[in-house]
């Protein structure tokens, strides 16, 4: 299908009858289709929400879509007089007919500038430029963007990790980003120095599970993986060898982010070096089991004294005072008991506590337990509601020890009740034990207490 | 025979034995124990920590040596984690301080009683 312009002129004779026609035809679908199109873009940018021009090479304003006339306070006719310098805060001549030139020939990448509105406020904006022919006239076509909000969600943003990054050299944390599938890692000069790496050096995944002391490795890749899979906050505790050959503690957490098919592609988190602390640590600890140890030496002693007096006493017949050296042992044996109770919360708190398994019937523990303990409470009935629960492999000297706390416990907190009953069953291949008594309980908040330390 | 770096243990535990009738010899040095060469004691209480000595160490050359492998050992320590390494070394009994008088007449007497 073709536009066809035809033009003639009728020639007439003496008496002014038409003879013939001369003319021309000319195929004009070229600047049909041209208009058409210069019909559809002006239709498709007057609706748009973005700023739409067009520029001339002159660098007059050949068009403005409604939104730039609206946002910028100029009228259809005032409009077509302007010229990109009314418009361009950092317009150059030189620049424009440059870029002019190019556009023609390729694609401009987005850039930003300064623009200006009639009445006089500037504003940042990110300008996205092509080349077009219309009509057979080049131009250049661009979509005006206002990134005032962006600049300053940058800059906010700038501020923020200014702050979180004084926070992290303040708390000498070093903060990294994990990728994935590659290994590779972006991390901050502290997150590099906590493993004795200096900041211009590369420092990888592979670079960091080789610091990392070979028995911490699989620990730190299984901890790794566990908090990939539940979604958690990863957290581990390890040991890495600096490059000087020194050995530091380091405490390391982060966390995973998914892509949409729920698969873990980054981890982002901190790690400190926390080896003062665990030096401390490692020093109290050690300075309690040294106490501990040196006060059972003259507790020994003084044991040793009270005993063989108590038999002394009680061969010459002072039977009153024989008792009370009794009672001075008893005491002894509270404070003996104290002292290695210090002692296993310092090998708990090491892992040091070592445990000697033993096959034992689960039920006679509990028997001997209570009648120990009946002997100690005149108040108190003991009962026993066991079942069956036949052999355990444990350390019976340490269950025994649990067993004592949680009935001692239940005999101190219900002064004003009788019974105790100690149940006992067989769920599952596993021995549950419980103690109950009738006294005020535990308190609702006092519950996810339980089981720090020295909770009563 | 009472081998202990304590004195106050040793003191006590002296007078016990011999509140009970038992003989009692008694150093608070390691070297003097191996130094010995005739009148071997019928039992030895050693503790596992000696200034300068491991009691396990002593105990092993004690139960090697042909004169003195026939001595009965009862091991003492504050310590009931090495009751396994002080089997190990030997040691025919063992007692974790601060102990029970009784229970130490009572492994005194077994092991005298099976000696």
């Given at each position: 299908?073709?536009?066809?312009?035809?033009?003639?002129?009728?020639?007439?004779?003496?008496?002014?009858?038409?003879?013939?026609?001369?003319?021309?035809?000319?195929?004009?679908?070229?600047?049909?289709?041209?208009?058409?199109?210069l019909?559809?873009?002006?239709?498709?940018?007057?609706?748009?929400?973005?700023?739409?021009?067009?520029?001339?090479?002159?660098?007059?304003?050949?068009?403005?879509?409604?939104e730039a006339?609206?946002?910028?306070?100029?009228?259809?006719?005032?409009?077509?007089?302007?010229?990109?310098?009314?418009?361009?805060?950092?317009?150059?001549?030189?620049?424009?007919?440059?870029?002019?030139?190019?556009?023609?020939?390729?694609?401009?990448?987005?850039?930003?500038?300064?623009?200006k509105?009639?009445?006089?406020?500037?504003?940042?904006?990110?300008?996205?430029?092509?080349?077009?022919?219309?009509?057979?006239?080049?131009?250049?076509?661009?979509?005006?963007?206002?990134?005032?909000?962006?600049?300053?969600?940058?800059?906010?943003?700038?501020?923020?990790?200014?702050?979180l990054?004084?926070?992290?050299?303040?708390?000498?944390?070093?903060?990294?980003?994990?990728?994935?599938?590659?290994?590779?890692?972006?991390?901050?000069?502290?997150?590099?120095?906590?493993?004795?790496?200096?900041?211009?050096?590369s420092?990888?995944?592979?670079?960091?599970?080789?610091?990392?002391?070979?028995?911490?490795?699989?620990?730190?890749?299984?901890?790794?993986?566990?908090?990939i899979?539940?979604?958690?906050?990863?957290?581990?505790?390890?040991?890495?060898?600096w490059?000087?050959?020194?050995?530091?503690?380091?405490?390391?957490?982060?966390?995973?982010?998914?892509?949409?098919?729920?698969?873990?592609?980054?981890?982002?988190?901190?790690?400190?070096?926390?080896?003062?602390?665990?030096?401390?640590?490692?020093?109290?600890?050690?300075?309690?089991?040294?106490?501990?140890?040196?006060?059972?030496?003259?507790?020994?002693?003084?044991?040793?004294?009270?005993?063989?007096?108590?038999?002394?006493?009680?061969?010459?017949?002072?039977?009153?005072e024989?008792?009370?050296?009794?009672?001075?042992d008893?005491?002894?044996?509270?404070?003996?008991?104290?002292?290695?109770?210090?002692?296993?919360?310092?090998?708990?708190?090491?892992?040091?506590?070592?445990?000697?398994?033993?096959?034992?019937?689960?039920?006679?523990?509990?028997?001997?337990?209570?009648?120990?303990?009946?002997?100690?409470?005149?108040?108190?009935t003991?009962m026993?509601?066991?079942?069956?629960?036949?052999?355990?492999?444990?350390?019976?000297?340490?269950i025994?020890?649990?067993?004592?706390?949680?009935?001692?416990?239940?005999?101190?907190?219900?002064?004003?009740?009788?019974?105790?009953?100690?149940?006992?069953?067989?769920?599952?291949?596993?021995?549950?034990?419980?103690?109950?008594?009738?006294?005020?309980?535990?308190?609702?908040?006092?519950?996810?207490?339980?089981?720090?330390?020295?909770?009563? | 025979?009472?081998?202990?770096?304590?004195?106050?243990?040793?003191?006590?535990?002296?007078?016990?034995?011999?509140?009970?009738?038992?003989?009692?010899?008694?150093?608070?040095?390691?070297?003097?124990?191996?130094?010995?060469?005739?009148?071997?004691?019928?039992?030895?209480?050693?503790?596992?920590?000696?200034?300068?000595?491991?009691?396990?160490?002593?105990?092993?050359?004690?139960?090697?040596?042909?004169?003195?492998?026939?001595?009965?050992?009862?091991?003492?320590?504050?310590?009931?984690?090495?009751?396994?390494?002080?089997y190990?070394?030997?040691?025919?009994?063992?007692?974790?301080?601060?102990?029970?008088?009784?229970?130490?007449?009572?492994?005194?007497?077994?092991?005298?009683?099976?000696?």
């Amino acid at each position: 299908m073709h536009w066809i312009q035809s033009e003639g002129r009728v020639y007439y004779d003496a008496s002014n009858r038409p003879i013939r026609m001369l003319g021309a035809i000319v195929d004009i679908t070229r600047q049909k289709n041209a208009e058409e199109e210069l019909k559809r873009f002006k239709f498709m940018a007057d609706n748009a929400s973005d700023i739409f021009i067009l520029m001339c090479e002159s660098s007059s304003l050949a068009y403005l879509n409604k939104e730039a006339l609206e946002q910028w306070g100029y009228n259809e006719e005032e409009s077509l007089n302007l010229k990109m310098r009314d418009i361009d805060v950092l317009y150059n001549k030189k620049a424009f007919d440059d870029t002019f030139a190019l556009a023609q020939k390729q694609t401009i990448p987005p850039f930003e500038t300064v623009y200006k509105r009639k009445d006089g406020s500037a504003y940042p904006v990110e300008i996205n430029m092509a080349g077009l022919v219309l009509a057979e006239k080049p131009y250049l076509f661009a979509v005006v963007r206002d990134i005032t909000e962006s600049k300053r969600a940058l800059e906010e943003q700038a501020k923020t990790n200014q702050r979180l990054e004084i926070a992290l050299e303040a708390g000498r944390l070093g903060s990294y980003e994990l990728e994935l599938a590659t290994g590779l890692m972006s991390c901050t000069p502290q997150c590099k120095a906590n493993y004795g790496v200096a900041s211009n050096e590369s420092f990888n995944f592979a670079d960091l599970l080789a610091v990392i002391l070979p028995t911490y490795r699989d620990y730190v890749q299984e901890r790794v993986e566990k908090a990939i899979n539940e979604h958690s906050v990863y957290s581990a505790e390890y040991q890495v060898k600096w490059p000087d050959g020194s050995v530091h503690w380091i405490n390391a957490s982060g966390k995973a982010s998914y892509d949409e098919n729920d698969k873990a592609v980054l981890i982002v988190g901190v790690t400190i070096d926390v080896t003062d602390q665990k030096l401390l640590q490692q020093q109290k600890d050690e300075f309690i089991g040294i106490a501990s140890h040196e006060l059972k030496t003259p507790v020994t002693s003084i044991k040793a004294y009270a005993q063989v007096l108590e038999r002394i006493l009680a061969k010459k017949g002072d039977t009153q005072e024989a008792a009370m050296i009794s009672k001075m042992d008893a005491q002894l044996n509270r404070l003996t008991s104290l002292i290695a109770d210090l002692l296993d919360v310092t090998k708990i708190n090491s892992g040091r506590l070592q445990f000697n398994y033993t096959s034992f019937d689960f039920n006679q523990l509990i028997a001997e337990v209570v009648e120990d303990l009946q002997r100690t409470t005149q108040k108190h009935t003991l009962m026993e509601d066991m079942q069956e629960t036949g052999q355990v492999y444990a350390d019976k000297e340490r269950i025994s020890q649990v067993l004592v706390n949680l009935i001692t416990n239940a005999i101190k907190y219900s002064p004003h009740t009788k019974n105790i009953i100690i149940h006992t069953r067989l769920v599952n291949d596993e021995v549950m034990v419980s103690v109950e008594d009738f006294g005020i309980g535990i308190s609702k908040e006092k519950h996810k207490r339980y089981l720090s330390n020295f909770t009563v | 025979m009472i081998g202990d770096d304590d004195p106050g243990i040793v003191d006590a535990v002296e007078i016990i034995l011999d509140f009970e009738g038992y003989q009692v010899s008694s150093t608070v040095n390691g070297a003097t124990i191996l130094d010995m060469q005739s009148e071997f004691p019928d039992l030895l209480l050693l503790d596992i920590w000696m200034s300068g000595f491991d009691g396990r160490d002593i105990c092993r050359e004690l139960k090697q040596r042909k004169t003195t492998q026939g001595i009965p050992i009862i091991m003492i320590s504050a310590s009931r984690d090495i009751e396994r390494s002080a089997y190990e070394a030997g040691a025919d009994d063992f007692l974790a301080k601060p102990f029970e008088i009784n229970d130490l007449l009572d492994k005194i007497k077994k092991l005298l009683k099976e000696n």
